[in-house]
Antibody, heavy 117, light 107 residues
Framework: QVQLQESGPGLVKPSETLSLTCSVS????????WTWIRQAPGKGLEWIGY???????TYNPSLKSRVTISIDTSNNHFSLSLTSVTAADTAVYYC???????????WGQGTLVTVSS | IQMTQSPSTLSASIGDRVTITCRAS??????LAWYQQRPGRAPKVLIF???SLESGVPSRFSGSGSGTEFTLTISSLQADDFATYYC??????????FGQGTKVEIK
């Protein structure tokens, strides 16, 4: 069965760039949209953006100036880059699969990223 | 598009019928999903397209609504159902937005 796994540093310094990768195993990355969603401690879900298998990305307007999502279909993974991070970017970051960019039917377990010096 | 859920917290007992409401700031037709999130876990989709039950989700969960007002109903609350529930709209190519969540607690 298809599984998603986030990977990347758990600690990032303020003003630096947060970079995460989501590896897709057990199935192809093609024919779906791939999404990043985050959840600050004790807070609700915040959609960051998604990317199609062809590389077309859509971002949350509130994060758009700092976010890049990319996809590597050859290696079955996609990535998140968030620049100029502050403590407000501390959150559990989830990667997820989406059919046609509608909703997420499959999620990774999430990875906590803390922004601190 | 802003999504507003009510209530923010709900206290209920096993066997109760529970209803959560989600309102959109503009019409989203039926492009709405509901998720359940247990503590420390990733969310799980329950309902999509306002009323379609995701495969494997118990039939005690149901969704209804269109336009700007939607409801998630749990017909008979079970122990596994104590969790936080989120609505999510996917109407626009400008992206998604989530409600703030409704925590269902044991009364």
């Amino acid at each position: 069965q298809v599984q998603l796994q986030e990977s990347g540093p758990g600690l990032v310094k303020p003003s630096e760039t947060l970079s995460l990768t989501c590896s897709v195993s057990g199935g192809s990355i093609n024919d779906y949209y791939w999404t990043w969603i985050r959840q600050a401690p004790g807070k609700g879900l915040e959609w960051i953006g998604y990317i199609s298998d062809s590389g077309s990305a859509t971002y949350n307007p509130s994060l758009k100036s700092r976010v890049t999502i990319s996809i590597d279909t050859s290696n079955n993974h996609f990535s998140l880059s968030l620049t100029s991070v502050t403590a407000a970017d501390t959150a559990v970051y989830y990667c997820a699969r989406s059919l046609l960019g509608w909703f997420s039917d499959l999620w990774g377990q999430g990875t906590l990223v803390t922004v601190s010096s | 598009i802003q999504m507003t859920q009510s209530p923010s917290t709900l206290s209920a007992s096993i066997g109760d019928r529970v209803t959560i409401t989600c309102r959109a700031s503009q019409s989203i037709n039926r492009w709405l999903a509901w998720y359940q999130q247990r503590p420390g876990r990733a969310p799980k989709v329950l309902i999509f397209e306002a009323s379609s039950l995701e495969s494997g989700v118990p039939s005690r969960f149901s969704g209804s609504g269109s336009g700007t007002e939607f409801t998630l109903t749990i017909s008979s609350l079970q122990a596994d159902d104590f969790a936080t529930y989120y609505c999510q709209q996917y109407n626009t190519y400008s992206g998604w937005s989530f409600g703030q969540g409704t925590k269902v607690e044991i009364k």
